[in-house]
Nanobody
């Protein structure tokens, strides 16, 4: 069973930076991390879960929502089965629980329902 574990969340002042990580494990035969598209999502209180960034299985293509474009960077290290989200110039409106997710495809995925596996989430709080 695939497991995703996020880490690195916390409290940061507006304008600051934070990097969250997602370690993946439990891939069975036929589904390897380097054949899995990954995404970062977030959910703020009272709001729907939204995609923040996504990356293809080999890292060749990325996607960013308009709200984070130019401030956040998604990357992955397939040798470590880990995906990262570097968040710079953080704003109060970035406050949310951040989730990583995995989709069993090589391609870029931006729809929530395309992702099969989810982590438990990590809280990111930006103080203004």
């Amino acid at each position: 069973q695939v497991q995703l574990v996020e880490s690195g969340g916390g409290l940061v002042q507006a304008g600051g930076s934070l990097r969250v990580s997602c370690a993946a494990s439990g891939f069975a035969a036929g589904l390897a991390f380097d054949r899995t598209a990954m995404g970062w999502f977030r959910q703020a209180p009272g709001k729907e879960r939204e995609i923040v960034a996504a990356i293809t299985s080999r890292g060749g293509s990325t996607y960013y929502s308009d709200s984070v474009k130019g401030r956040f960077t998604i990357s992955r290290d397939n040798a470590k089965n880990t995906v990262y989200l570097q968040m710079n110039s953080l704003k109060a409106e970035d406050t949310a629980v951040y989730y990583c997710a995995a989709a069993p495809t090589l391609l870029l995925q931006i729809r929530t329902d395309e992702y099969r596996y989810w982590g438990q989430g990590t809280q990111v709080t930006v103080s203004s």
